[in-house]
Every structure is written in structure tokens, then in C-alpha cells.
């Protein structure tokens, strides 16, 4: 079974920068696509940033050449670089995983379809 525990956020100022982890055991492989989203109380959960099992990458438009996704197969960890972060990005930041191999850019406009999801970070940033 696979788990999945998000670290790193915490509170900064506009322009500031984090970096989230997540943490993956189980039966990860390289099949599975891996993904960050985000959800604010009162709206949708939403698509950040999705590497899938090709290793192709999509992010969300609001957070393009600010974010960075990446994963370190070796340590089994996945990565969000976040940069230049504005108090638009605050948000309980969340790891998902699915392995059913479909492309990036779905994943990141479906959320539903991914089946494991982590306990989330919460992010704030401040004006």
C-alpha cells in the first residue's frame, strides 16, 4: 500500500520561497504518476504541478516559472520548489499518486482520479 507524507510548508512572505516534500513508501514505483495539489477552504482542490510516469511534466498556469516539481527516485521522494510566492498560493499543499499511467496534464486538471492522496502542509503567505 502506498503512503504518502507532505513536510516543508510554513509561513513566508511575498517573494519568499518554501520547498515541500513528500515522502513516499510502499509499492511506489516508476509507473506511478506523482502530483501536487492544492485546496483552500470554500473552493475546489486544484492541480499544481503532476510529473507522470514518462517523466512529463505539467503545472498550472498561475504557477509556471515560479514552481518546480521534481522527485528523487533513489530516496523514493517528491519535491515542490516553490519561488517568487505571492499570498495567492496560500493553501494546504497535498501529494497524490496514482499508477494508472495516464498523461500529466490530465492528472492536473482531475484530481478525483488520483487514488492516494497525503495528509497535506499548509502554506501561508503573507502580504
Known amino acids: 500500500q502506498v503512503q504518502l507524507v507532505e513536510s516543508g510548508g510554513g509561513s513566508v512572505q511575498t517573494g519568499g520561497s518554501l520547498r515541500l516534500s513528500c515522502a513516499t513508501s510502499g509499492s511506489i514505483n516508476k509507473n506511478y504518476c506523482l502530483g501536487w495539489f492544492r485546496q483552500v477552504p470554500g473552493k475546489e482542490r486544484e492541480g499544481v504541478a503532476v510529473i507522470d510516469d514518462t517523466g512529463s511534466i505539467s503545472y498550472a498556469d498561475s504557477v509556471k516559472g515560479r514552481f518546480t516539481i521534481s522527485k528523487d527516485s533513489a530516496k523514493n521522494i517528491l519535491y515542490l520548489q516553490m519561488n517568487s510566492l505571492e499570498p495567492e498560493d496560500t493553501a494546504m499543499y497535498y501529494c497524490?499518486?496514482?499508477?494508472?499511467?495516464?498523461?500529466?496534464?490530465?492528472?492536473?486538471?482531475?484530481?478525483?482520479?488520483?487514488?492516494?492522496w497525503g495528509q497535506g502542509t499548509l502554506v501561508t503567505v503573507t502580504s
Open positions: 497524490a499518486a496514482d499508477d494508472r499511467r495516464w498523461m500529466s496534464t490530465y492528472y492536473l486538471s482531475h484530481p478525483q482520479a488520483l487514488t492516494t
